[in-house]
């Protein structure tokens, strides 16, 4: 018998399920452990991934022992978001069934670039579309694009504004870039998020020229203070400070913007999943009167990492922004994705999306958003009654947590990463430092909030 090739070894063949059924026992070990393991990785672990500082090998390896490798080092040095006591950056956790349902559409490995390249992509981007829209309440002829989180759909939605008033100002920018363009002013509160003028930054409109809008204690934008608007504008604004969960007065500031004919784009990141709710849809007030969103499926909605998505009300304005053209690009009648998207190749991410939604149904989502804010607020309660400062008004699922001095912060949020009870992150808010704590996950449960409090007394004794 002469010796397979690489190529021949590497088809599936009878027995290679074994090397899939072998993924599926570490999977589960690992989602069946995750619950109750440490959330930031052990001294110990961190060191096994020493174990990967190893050559390219010159040879071909076993996929199972590549497989046994990346268990052995690879899981034990995860951070546990999807279980309920990670409370960082506002990203949320991901739900198993639709964890198996991304298992399956990995194996498909679908180019979502055109219909033409995965059909059934295709579909499903359609469908998220729909649903998202009626979810939120949006016209049915917004498209939207899927992109890899809100940092890109913010880009997006900038690039269709700036498309938008340069052609209106008589400018071809894709043609003629920015050099001699006729100027338009950005207007921006003075607590957007960093992602904001990342993007004002590649769009080459610059983060220094901006008007900056300010905020009240809270970091929502002060509607009393902002500039005289016109048509020549693209405002931003924000549903959801990132520290403290605040929502700028969305109806009060998007009706003189409309008035005067500016571009408004919100960004939504997380909070923007407030308009599904009849409890906290009071936030989201009038933001249906914007031009463009970006929000994310990883964050408050628990989609698997990553997912954001750009909402434009203006999808020619999107497509041309957007669009590249090649004579092999072989567009179809149904939806091409990559005409919503910067990418051409791209993964299948609205799989996830699709599924979560499904999974979860308008009151299983509705309840996950209420659920997070009532497991916030039930934290920053039982904080106070232990002396805590809650430096926030808790509207959202934020609560900012004061600490004595720059070095405490940093040496509680040591201490409860170190801990393994739960995981934080710090910032400045309103010139004190203090420890961000963000309710993102739908595996969070009661007894999650009270060994993070207990967590909290702990490091607050060893950090005196
Ligand atoms: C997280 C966040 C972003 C960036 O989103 P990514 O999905 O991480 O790219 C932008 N704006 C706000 C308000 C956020 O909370």
Known sequence: MTEKTLQEKMFLAAGDEKLFEQAKTYALQYMHGIYERRVFPEAQALAGLSQFDEDLPQNAQDGAEVLRQLHQYGSPATVATTAGRYFGMVTGSAYPPVLAVKWLADVWDQLAALTVTSPVTSKLEAVCEKWLLELFGLPSTCRAGFVSGTSMATFCGLAAARYHLL???????????????????????????????????????????????????????????????????????????????????LREIISRARAAGAWVHVDG???????????????????????????????????????????????????????????????????????????????????????????LGREGIVNLVEGLCAHTQDFAAQMRARGFNIKNEVVFNQALVACDSPEQCSAMQQFLQQSGECWCGTARWRDTPVIRFSVCSWATTAADIERAVQAFVQAREACR
């Open 269 to 359: 990141a997380f909070g923007l999943w407030a308009a599904v709710s009849p409890q906290y849809q009071h936030l989201t007030d009038g933001f249906q009167d914007a031009d463009s969103w970006s929000v994310d499926g990883h964050k408050t909605l628990n989609t698997p990492y990553d997912s954001g998505i750009v909402i434009c009300k203006h999808p020619e304005d999107l497509v041309a922004a957007l669009q590249i053209s090649g004579s092999y690009i072989l567009y179809g009648e149904q939806r091409d994705g990559m005409l919503y998207t910067p990418e051409m190749s791209r993964r299948n991410r609205a799989v996830e999306l699709w599924a979560t939604l499904k999974v």
């Open 167 to 249: 052609t209106r100002a008589g400018w071809d920018v894709n043609a003629q870039g920015l050099f001699g363009a006729p100027p338009f002013r950005v207007v921006v509160g003075a607590e957007a998020h960093s992602t904001v003028f990342k993007a004002l930054t590649l769009l080459g409109l610059g983060k220094d020229r901006v008007e900056l809008v300010p905020v009240d204690e809270q970091g929502r934008m002060d509607a009393t203070r902002l500039p005289e608007l016109d048509a020549n504008t693209l405002l931003i604004l924000q549903a959801g400070n990132v520290n403290s969960g605040s929502f700028d007065p």
